[in-house]
């Protein structure tokens, strides 16, 4: 048995195109529009050597793969290491990185702890928060919109949310890029984060600690569950540490992604500032638009057949979401941006069993300051170039150069 990244490396499956590609490369990663063309074009599945594995970025395949978690599980990793045949980087999530029935119970804790519910009580922070930092903006020449709203924005009401008496801003958002790179191969991008692990996951270890978060929070809710014996006390602490992994850096992504689209659509902002009621079909269409998780894969669990393909047990799929995102066959004009577009049954947020749990607050997150922002400011205008910023599972702005015109 030969691995690569840990995982079997199969041979390419009857009638799969072998492709010599490598989707981590930085430049598809800062740039995937072309990849995920191409991807497509192979057929509905791609043989990539380079890993020994299968890709997908048909909208219908990758749904299927994504929708059927019984044949394509996610225990054994969601990233190119199969967590069967090496050690995972970090103890395995007990919600991303399981299956049923674990991650039934796992799950039922954390979506009650992320209900709408308990998101509509989070909103008039937001508000606050979203009107003080847009304020500030508006009365500056230009500012860099990734570090002075995207970053900033998440970094003010999520940990307070979680109830964490701790917050370290840039150890929170490194670590969310950390995990995401972590999905990926052992290349340039994966070993850059993985060596400030040292620095990073001990404190966000400890962010997670019961008496490290206050008693009215979302942590406070997951500890609450561990009291009445749903999970242990050990396993609340690890869900805790799920929000730290996919609560800042996705939605610290989805609005970099946000602004950057509105900034190169003006009529799209002039129609939102006109009906700011626009701010969550604006926020769907910006997640169909720039999937700020771009992939995340499965591995096959059985010998099973999708559109005709056998695949083999121990076969890593990556599922390419902003591909099937900009499926033509799905979408009309997939490559322009609708405010109003209304794109149900997109992909950014994954679906089926593990579709996005967070997905209410990071909603809730985007609407408030898209709302804040068309009402406040008259113009949203580049100062200069946008830079990727590329990483193996998220695909999010390094650098976003603006400035807002007042009222
Ligand atoms: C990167 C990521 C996404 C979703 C969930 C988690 C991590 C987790 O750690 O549970």
């Not at 400890?206 to 609450?224: F, K, M, P, Q, V």
Request: net charge negative.
């Amino acid at each position: 048995m030969k691995l690569i990244e840990d995982h079997l490396a199969i041979d390419p499956p009857e009638g799969v195109p072998v492709w010599d590609v490598d989707p981590y490369s930085e430049s598809v990663l800062a740039n995937p529009n072309p990849y995920y063309a191409a991807l497509r074009e192979q057929g509905p599945f791609a043989y990539i050597p380079r890993y020994a594995i299968l890709a997908c970025g048909r909208y219908d395949e990758t749904k299927e793969v994504f929708s059927d978690h019984t044949r394509f599980v996610s225990s054994r990793g969601v990233g190119l290491n199969d967590f069967r045949h090496g050690k995972p980087w970090r103890p395995p999530s007990l919600i991303l990185e399981a299956d049923p029935p674990d991650h039934t119970r796992t799950r039922k804790v954390m979506a009650r702890a992320l209900s709408p519910k308990v998101v509509a009580g989070l909103r008039e922070d937001f508000r606050i928060a979203a009107e003080a930092i847009v304020d500030r903006l508006l009365q500056m020449q230009g500012f860099e919109a990734v570090a002075d709203l995207a970053e900033a924005f998440p970094v003010a009401v999520f940990p307070k949310a979680v109830g964490m008496l701790d917050v370290h801003a840039r150890h929170l958002v490194d670590y969310g890029a950390m995990v995401f790179n972590g999905l990926g191969p052992d290349n340039a991008l994966r070993r850059a984060a993985m060596a400030r692990a040292p620095e990073i996951v001990p404190w966000i270890t400890a962010a997670c600690t019961r008496n490290r978060l206050t008693g009215d929070g979302l942590g406070a809710i997951i500890y609450e569950a561990a009291d009445a014996g749903e999970i242990g006390h050990d396993e609340a602490a690890m869900l805790v540490r799920s929000f730290l992994s996919a609560g800042v850096d996705t939605t610290v992504t989805g609005i970099g992604s946000a602004l950057w689209c509105l900034a190169r659509n003006p009529e799209a902002f002039a129609a939102l500032r006109a009906d700011p009621a626009l701010a969550r079909p604006c926020f769907e269409e910006v997640l169909r638009y720039t999937s700020p998780v771009h992939t995340f894969a499965r591995t096959a669990d059985c010998n099973t057949e999708v559109a005709g393909v056998k695949i083999v047990e121990g076969t890593k799929i990556i599922c390419a979401l902003g591909s099937a995102n900009m499926d033509p066959a799905k979408w009309d004009d997939p490559e322009v941006f609708r405010i109003d577009r209304r794109p149900a049954g997109h992909l950014a947020f994954g679906v089926g069993i593990h579709g996005c749990v967070g997905q209410n607050i990071a909603r809730a997150e985007l609407e408030v300051l898209l709302t804040v922002i068309a009402e406040k400011v008259a113009a949203i205008e580049p100062t200069g170039e946008a830079v990727w910023r590329p990483n193996n599972a998220i695909h999010a702005l390094d650098r976003l150069p603006l400035r807002f015109r007042p009222n």
